[in-house]
């Protein structure tokens, strides 16, 4: 089992940066492929990035491609998601997910844990 912690949200204007964390507990973090998922209010929660185990293989919606990052220290176990160019469509709870496996999934019900979300608000 792995327990995943989000943190690094906040309130930032259109066009800053945030770095979200996501820090798990265990000896085997190195063994779990993490993603990034956020919902906005009145919608449905949407993929937004993952990660392999080793950090070499990543993937990403469309919407975020060329301003966000994801990547991990496995020495930390932490898995960050770096955010550029923010837009207030950004504006979500942000949760990260883990699970076993080669490929990275973008359905949400593919991951087996879960963090408790973390908040990103983009004013305009």
């Known amino acids: 089992q792995v327990q995943l912690v989000e943190s690094g949200g906040g309130l930032v204007q259109a066009g800053g940066s945030l770095r979200l964390s996501c820090a798990a507990s265990?000896?085997?973090?190195?063994?779990?492929?993490i993603g990034w998922f956020r919902q906005a209010p009145g919608k449905e929660r949407e993929f937004v990035a993952a990660?392999?185990?080793?950090?070499?293989?990543?993937r990403y919606t469309e919407s975020v491609k060329g301003r966000f990052t994801i990547s991990r220290d496995n020495a930390k176990n932490t898995v960050y998601l770096q955010m550029n160019s923010l837009k207030p469509e950004d504006t979500a709870i942000y949760y990260c997910a883990a699970r076993t496996g080669v490929v990275l999934p973008t359905v949400d019900k593919e991951y087996d844990y879960w963090g408790q979300g973390t908040q990103v608000t983009v004013s305009s």
């Open positions: 265990g000896r085997t973090f190195s063994a779990y492929l």
């Open positions: 990660i392999n185990w080793s950090g070499a293989v990543t």
